[in-house]
């Protein structure tokens, strides 16, 4: 392997980053990064899904720039790509959550910060502090928890609010378990001992019987209690069907994220890509659209704003990039991806965000 700038365990190029990061974690955090559940089905599926999709290549467009920049509910970003939220940060590296923000900020890039991260939330806010940021919340058994948690997120700067809906239990990812890793309570949390991850199991009342735990008894008015505590718009990630976007959207949501939380809670779920133009097409019109899941290249992200995403989340491979080189490990993705997106702009004669249509994709047998 050459040597580069990065030194020769960096990564030159978005293609052999996850094997690098393969290389760096231990096999447990390996694991719980790479891990979905059941047997991945869904995880594939989220790849799988790109592979029907060509771009159609537009020559002597006449351009002579190419803009990247747009809107995400009231943030102007530089790119429509942002990042997903994903926990424990701290266990990748250590630079942590803290080291992912002030990435993302200096390249104005979006990042979505989970309830479970090893820093807090003030300490990531202090490290990005122009943002753009917004704050996933998951629900918390006690409400007075919950709106703590939203309180301080306010406090520091967040500007949105980002329910996380399709984790009322964590799923059993096999490889996880195969790995060894588990996701236990003991983990210290950087927003505080009473935050509390989303429950492992059902607890079985005996005769097929299972209880669900407090906070994921709630129905469709959660939103409407959460709209009661916090004027930050709210929007919902883990929807997968159009008559769950509708009922978001009319209980007070400004945008979905279709996502099936990488493969990682119903093993047999449809992909993201799959179930975008339905979602877009029940409330498009109303509410800005969001997809995450399986998304490595700036054809990803085109082929997906194409069919109607506003922006898409990357997960996994930033956790890549921060297991391989930390902070600047993060800035290296976001740059390569956003110079690869340019390029693609170019040679699908598209100049600014605006002009991505439908036309720009053309369904194929893989
Ligand atoms: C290790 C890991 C941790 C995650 N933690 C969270 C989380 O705390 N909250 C959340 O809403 N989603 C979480 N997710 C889901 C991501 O936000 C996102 O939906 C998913 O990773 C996108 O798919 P991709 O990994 O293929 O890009 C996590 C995903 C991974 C891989």
Known sequence: VPVNAQGAEGFRTLGELEETAGRRCSPAV???????????????????????????????????????????????????????????????????????ARAASAARVLSMVSTLTSDSLEQIAAASPGGPRWFQLYLQPE???????????????????VVTADAPLLAVRDRQRRSGFALDDAIPLGNGPDVRPPARELASKGGGKFAVREEATVGWEILDQLRRVTKLPLVVKGILSAEDARLAVSHGAQAVIVSNHGGR??????????VLPEVVAAVGTSAEVYLDGGIRRANDVLTALALGARAVG?????????????????????????IELASVMLFTGRGSI?????????????
């Open 265 to 274: 809670q119903l093993d047999g779920a449809a992909a993201p890509l799959d």
């Open 143 to 161: 409400f007075s928890v919950t709106q703590r948690l939203i309180e301080r997120a306010e406090r520091a700067g967040y500007t949105a609010l």
């Open 30 to 100: 390996w694991g719980y990064i790479q891990g979905g559940a059941g047997e991945e089905r869904t995880v594939q599926r989220n790849r799988d899904a790109f592979g029907r999709w060509a771009l159609r290549p537009r020559v002597l467009a006449g351009l002579s720039e190419i803009d990247l920049s747009t809107r995400m509910l009231r943030d102007a970003v530089s790119v429509p790509f942002y990042l997903a939220p994903t926990a424990y940060q701290g266990m990748v590296h250590p630079d942590g959550e803290r080291g992912t």
């Open 314 to 338: 990357l997960g996994r491979p930033v956790l890549w990039a921060l297991a391989v080189d930390g902070s600047t490990g993060v800035a290296r993705l976001l740059d390569l991806l956003t």
């Open 354 to 366: 605006s002009q991505v249509d439908r036309s720009l994709v053309q369904p194929v047998t893989p």
